[in-house]
């Protein structure tokens, strides 16, 4: 998004906070492409076969965020983390309430650089990148909040900082360890 746009954007996401309804009939398609990227990036990572479609992901995750009136969104960077947040939730949720093919089998634990790569069994796979974000966030909530808006939500270093209000510095050192320790967590051994 240019600059321009995402100042707009950012308007009218305070706009809608204020309780401003035309503010959101603006607001959703300069919304929608980037929530379909978004769908499209979880998609992509998940098994050929997935029965949710992206279109659907995206309906689900925009029917939770409109939901959100409470909310008071702070910029473009906030909202997409937070519909990032509910795709990877929603999906989460989705591989939980479906049957495993093999029931006497346990989620295999990976690497997170190769937590995406196509194998016929993504949900385990999902779930078990979920628990050891879920371990994470015990341990250090903010290291696993910078997991959750740079792998999930896409967002830059620059972007991830100002959702966080802290330095860029920190985010690459948090996200670096963050990595390291998801890393030894998701090791088989």
Known sequence: ??????????????????????????????????????????MRRERENHILQTSALINEAYLRLIDWKAVKWQNRAHFFGVAANLM????VDFARRRPRVA???????????????????????????????RAL?????????IVELRFFGGLTVEETAEVLKIAPITVMREWQKARAWLYCELSPD
């Open 103 to 133: 029931p006497d089998r346990d989620a295999e634990h990976i690497v997170l650089d190769e937590a995406f790569r196509l194998t016929t069994e993504k949900d385990a796979d999902l779930l078990a990148l979920d628990e050891a974000l």
């Open 1 to 42: 998004m240019k600059k321009n746009e995402t100042e707009n954007l950012t308007e009218l996401l305070t706009a809608w906070s204020d309780g401003d309804e035309l503010a959101l009939e603006r607001l959703a398609p300069l919304v929608q492409a980037e929530l379909h990227r978004l769908a499209r990036q979880y």
């Open 137 to 145: 966030a015990e341990l250090d909530e903010r290291k696993a909040r």
């Open 88 to 91: 990877r939730r929603i999906l």
